[in-house]
């Protein structure tokens, strides 16, 4: 028989650092069904415009284990419509729009021939170290989901390596509780006002790494390994757990998926960690990706 506040433990988040029972039963079924080869997170698509039941269902299933799946479909041509059809049909409906973005909320992601976009990371192409979507977004306009679809690759590099954000929550967790208690202090990580990568004035943005979404229950990471012009809130426990993270990220492991997308390939994820390694352009045909962010969750996962 169990007691009333085990019952109400229970009922809690296994994210909450106090429910030590909920946390292992998750942890136990998450490692479980965790596939440790990237082959099982690669789904061939015919037309991801008009997805079929069967194909459908091999994302929606992958992305329930991993929060993030690979597609290959046979579609070379740059048709940023993809993105968008593709999205509706797993509930990705609310567009991250932003000033650089192109009108309809999609970004194309190549090395930029103007000064502006260049002076941005993804405009560039030197690596970009570990970091989810959107860290800098208030929470209303929270990242929750990411799709990215290769239209031409680099001719050298622009190798990505994902990692589930829920994976580094475990590791850290089980090295020590103490270290996600302190990343999900309200105040763990600030970025400071100024212009984002995308050239977006906006104010300081305040809040935890990890956080538990109230509807759904689902953990939310707000990361980048970035060193300038970000504040980790001054705090030993901070430090430790910031400290942990990044060789939780550094140390290649089973659960670290590397993937260089070729033409007609895409990630799609809800808002894992994910870096990416420098390339060497072929001029007269340079890397060009599609990129979309959305405030939904993969719908069913
Ligand atoms: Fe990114």
Not at 91 to 117: C, I, M, P, Q, Y
Request: with cysteine; charged share 25%.
């Amino acid at each position: 028989m169990i007691t009333a506040s085990q019952r109400v433990a229970r009922a809690a988040s296994p994210f909450d650092p106090d429910n030590d029972f909920g946390y292992r039963q998750w942890r136990e079924e998450k490692l479980a069904r965790y596939p440790v080869s990237m082959s099982a997170l690669k789904v061939e698509i015919r037309d991801p415009r008009a997805l079929t039941a069967t194909e459908r269902d091999a994302l929606v299933t992958a992305i329930r284990r991993t929060n993030l799946v690979v597609y290959a479909c046979g579609i070379h041509a740059a048709e940023p419509d993809i993105l968008r059809a593709l999205g509706r049909q797993l509930g990705l409906a609310r567009l991250d729009r932003n000033f650089l973005a192109d009108d309809d909320g999609l970004s194309r992601v190549t090395v930029a021939g103007e000064k502006r976009r260049g002076e941005f990371i993804p405009y560039t192409n030197r690596p970009i170290g570990w970091h989810t979507d959107g860290y800098y977004n208030p929470p209303e306009r929270r990242i929750r989901a990411m799709l990215l679809h290769c239209v031409r690759p680099a001719a050298e590099g622009g190798e990505n390596t994902l990692l589930d954000h829920e994976i580094a929550y475990l590791r850290l967790r089980d090295e020590n509780p103490a270290h996600v208690r302190a990343l999900m202090l309200p105040d763990a990580l600030t970025i400071p006002a100024r212009e984002d990568e995308d050239g977006i004035a906006r104010p300081d943005e305040t809040g935890p790494v990890f956080s538990v979404e109230p509807r759904s229950g689902a953990l939310h990471m707000r990361y980048t390994a970035r060193t300038k012009s970000i504040e980790w809130k001054r705090d030993a426990a901070v430090a430790a757990a910031v400290a942990a993270l990044a060789r939780v990220l550094a140390t290649p492991s089973p659960h670290h998926h590397r993937i260089t997308l070729q033409s007609g390939m895409g990630i799609l994820c809800n808002n894992v960690l994910h870096e990416r390694t420098g390339f060497v352009d072929d001029v007269a045909a340079p890397r060009l990706l599609y990129r979309a962010r959305y405030y939904d969750r993969v719908a069913g996962t």
